[in-house]
C-alpha cells in the first residue's frame, strides 16, 4: 500500500510578489501569509490613512491657496524680515509626502484585496511616522501665521464641490469591492456589522451631500451678469516692481480698468506708493542709509525717497518666478525705477480714461504732518487732474470733506449702516463676501469689489455671483478668463447628481452580490477538486514546478525491483506503479 501525496505546483506570482516586496519587503513565497493581520498592523494601517487624509487636505489646501502666494510671503516677511518664496520648499515636501503616502495606500490596499496579510517594513514605518509629523507641525505653523487663509476652503468649494463629490462617490464606490469582501466571510463577528454600517453611512451622507451645495455656478446662462471689471492690485506686481509706474502701466495693457495703491506721506507732505512699513523689501535703503533702514517710511522726505532704487530688488529677488521672461529693455526700465508719487499715478489713470482706488496710511503721531495728512492727500488729488468721480476714498475719517469722491469701506457693513455713513461700495475680502451677502448688496445699489482675485476658478464663481469688479495681483491670468471656467444649470447638474448616485447605488449592489456567489461557491467547492487542480497539465511557460515530494510506506518487507516511479508530461500528472497496482 502506498501513500500518495500529489505535486505541488506554484505558479509565477509576479505582481504579488511586487505587492508585497514594496510593501513589507517579503519578496519570498514564504514569507508571505495569508491569515489576518496582527492589531499592531491594523494600528499602523489606520496610522497609514490618517497621514494619507491628513496629506489630501493638506495638498487641496495650497493647491487653493495660490491665490494668496504672494499674502503668504508678506506675511513671513512681516515676522522674519527677510523676503523670500517660502512657498517653494512648502509645495516641493507636501508633493514629494503625499506621493509617498498614496503609493504605500495603493500597495495597503492591494494586499487587502489580494487577501494578503499587512506586514508594514520598518523604513515605511519611519517614513510613514516622519511625513505625519512634518505635516502636523506645517498645519500648526500655517494657523499660527496665516490663521486666516483656513476661509479659502469653505470658499473653494463654491468651485470645486460638484467635482469632488464626483471623485469621493466614484471612490467609495469603488471601495466597495473590498468591503463587500469582507462582510460576506463565512464568520461572522460584530465587527463586520460595524464597518458594513460605517460604509453604507459615509455612503448614503454622499448620495444625499449636493443637497447642502451652494455653488453660484449652477445657474442659468440668461443671468449671467456682464464681466467682472479688473482692478489692477498695485499695477500687475507678478510681472514688475509693486506700485510702479511700469507696474501700473502693464497693468492697464493686460486689460485692468482701474489701479489701486497704497499711500504713505512723507515727512514733507508729499503722497507717495508704498505697501511696507519700511523701505527694505522693495528699495535699496540699506544701501543708501544703512543706519535709517528700519526706520518708518514715512519719515524719510521727498528727496530721499527719490533717491532710492525701486526696481532692482525685483530683479534680483524675482519673487514671482517672471524675470526670466522679460525682455532686455524690460529689465533695464525696471532696474531703473523710482519711488512713485501718488500724483504720477492719478495722473496715468486720468489719460487712459481710468479710475483709482486708494489705500491711505494715517501718519503715526509723531509724524510733523499728522494733522494735515487728509489736505495734503487731497491737494495731490486735485494737482493730478483726474476727476473726483474716478477716485475711491477708502479711510473712514473725515468723510464728510471728501463728499465728492467715492466713499467706500474695507469693513463689512449692513446696507442700514452703508447709507447712514454714506458709502456707495464696499471693497472686502472674498472670504467676507459671501454669495447671498453679494445679492444683497446689489439688490440695494451697494457696488462691491472683491479682492485678492488672482485665479481663474475665484473669478469666475464671483463673476457667477455678479460681483462687479475685483481687486487682482494677476490681471495678466483673468484677462484669459473670457468666460467662467465652468457654467451649469440647475436641471443638468441635477441630472448628473442623480445618475451618478443611481449608478453608484447598482455597482455596489452588483459587487456585494457578486463576492457573496463568489464566496459562497469557494466554501462549497470540492477540496480534493482543489488537490487534484493543482496538478493539471500547465505550459512551462506558466508553471515553476517548485517542489516534488512523494511519500512512500511499505507493508511488506521494502519496496521490490519491480517499483516504478515515472512522469508523464503528457497528460499532467504524476504516476508511481508498483507490481500491478498504479494511479
Excluded at 435 to 441: P, R, V
Excluded at 524 to 531: A, F
Aim: proline share 4%; with cysteine.
Amino acid at each position: 500500500m502506498v501513500k500518495h501525496q500529489p505535486l505541488q505546483v506554484y505558479e509565477k506570482q509576479v505582481f504579488v510578489s511586487f505587492v508585497t516586496g514594496i510593501y513589507g519587503c517579503r519578496w519570498k513565497r514564504y514569507q508571505r501569509s495569508q491569515d489576518d493581520s496582527s492589531r499592531w498592523e491594523c494600528t499602523w494601517f489606520i496610522i497609514l490613512c490618517s497621514s494619507f487624509f491628513l496629506l489630501l487636505f493638506w495638498a487641496y489646501f495650497w493647491l487653493v491657496a495660490q491665490n494668496d502666494f504672494n499674502d503668504f510671503n508678506w506675511s513671513v516677511y512681516n515676522r522674519s524680515g527677510e523676503w523670500r518664496d517660502e512657498t517653494i520648499p512648502v509645495l516641493a515636501s507636501t508633493t514629494v509626502g503625499f506621493s509617498y503616502i498614496t503609493f504605500l495606500m495603493i500597495l495597503a490596499l492591494f494586499h487587502i484585496s489580494l487577501g494578503q496579510q499587512l506586514n508594514l517594513y520598518w523604513v515605511h514605518k519611519i517614513g510613514v511616522l516622519a511625513t505625519l509629523l512634518t505635516t502636523i507641525s506645517g498645519v500648526i505653523s500655517v494657523d499660527d501665521i496665516w490663521g486666516d487663509e483656513w476661509d479659502i476652503l469653505l470658499v473653494s468649494l463654491q468651485s470645486t464641490a460638484p467635482f469632488l463629490h464626483i471623485g469621493a462617490l466614484a471612490t467609495v464606490t469603488a471601495m466597495s469591492w473590498l468591503v463587500a469582501g469582507y462582510v460576506v466571510r463565512r464568520e461572522r463577528s460584530n465587527f463586520q456589522v460595524m464597518v458594513l454600517l460605517i460604509y453604507m453611512i459615509i455612503l448614503l451622507a454622499l448620495y444625499l451631500v449636493p443637497l447642502t451645495f451652494t455653488c453660484p455656478c449652477i445657474m442659468d446662462r440668461h443671468s449671467l451678469k456682464p464681466r467682472p471689471d479688473i482692478i489692477g492690485r498695485r499695477g500687475a506686481p507678478m510681472l514688475a516692481p509693486e506700485n510702479t509706474m511700469v507696474s501700473f502701466n502693464r497693468a492697464l495693457q493686460h486689460g485692468a480698468s482701474s489701479l489701486e495703491a497704497d499711500v504713505t506721506l512723507s515727512v514733507d507732505g508729499v503722497p507717495f506708493l508704498m505697501r511696507d512699513h519700511t523701505l527694505r523689501r522693495t528699495t535699496d535703503v540699506a544701501k543708501v542709509f544703512p543706519a535709517r533702514q528700519y526706520d518708518d517710511a514715512s519719515l524719510f522726505n521727498w528727496t530721499e525717497i527719490r533717491s532710492l532704487n525701486a526696481g532692482q530688488w525685483f530683479l534680483e529677488s524675482d519673487p514671482y518666478w517672471t524675470v526670466e521672461t522679460l525682455t532686455a529693455r524690460d529689465r533695464s526700465r525696471i532696474g531703473n525705477q523710482t519711488v512713485c508719487s501718488l500724483v504720477e499715478m492719478l495722473r496715468l489713470a486720468a489719460r487712459a480714461n481710468g479710475s483709482a482706488l486708494l489705500n491711505i496710511r494715517k501718519p503715526p503721531p509723531e509724524h510733523p504732518r499728522y494733522r494735515s495728512w487728509f489736505m495734503d492727500t487731497l491737494w495731490a488729488v486735485q494737482r493730478a487732474g483726474i476727476s473726483q468721480k474716478r477716485v475711491t476714498w477708502t479711510p473712514d475719517t473725515d468723510r464728510g470733506r471728501v463728499r465728492g469722491f467715492q466713499q467706500t469701506t474695507n469693513e463689512k457693513l449692513s446696507v442700514a449702516e452703508i447709507r447712514q455713513r454714506g458709502i456707495t461700495s464696499l471693497t472686502l475680502h472674498y472670504s467676507k463676501a459671501s454669495h447671498k451677502d453679494i445679492q444683497e448688496y446689489l439688490a440695494s445699489n451697494v457696488s462691491v469689489t472683491v479682492y485678492p482675485v488672482n485665479e481663474p476658478w475665484l473669478y469666475s464663481i464671483l463673476w457667477c455671483s455678479g460681483v462687479p469688479s475685483v481687486s487682482s495681483d494677476a490681471p495678466q491670468v483673468l484677462r484669459k478668463v473670457p468666460y467662467p471656467i465652468w457654467l451649469m444649470s440647475r436641471n443638468a447638474y441635477n441630472f448628473i447628481w442623480i445618475t451618478s448616485d443611481l449608478v453608484s447605488l447598482a455597482i455596489v449592489i452588483g459587487i456585494f452580490c457578486f463576492q457573496k456567489w463568489r464566496m459562497s461557491g469557494m466554501q462549497n467547492y470540492n477540496p480534493e477538486q482543489i488537490m487534484l487542480s493543482a496538478v493539471t497539465r500547465r505550459t512551462s511557460r506558466d508553471v515553476n514546478i517548485m517542489k516534488e515530494k512523494l511519500i512512500f510506506s511499505e507493508l511488506n518487507n521494502g519496496l521490490s525491483s519491480t517499483e516504478e516511479l515515472s512522469l508523464y508530461p503528457e497528460n499532467g500528472y504524476a504516476r508511481y506503479s508498483h507490481g500491478g497496482l498504479s494511479r
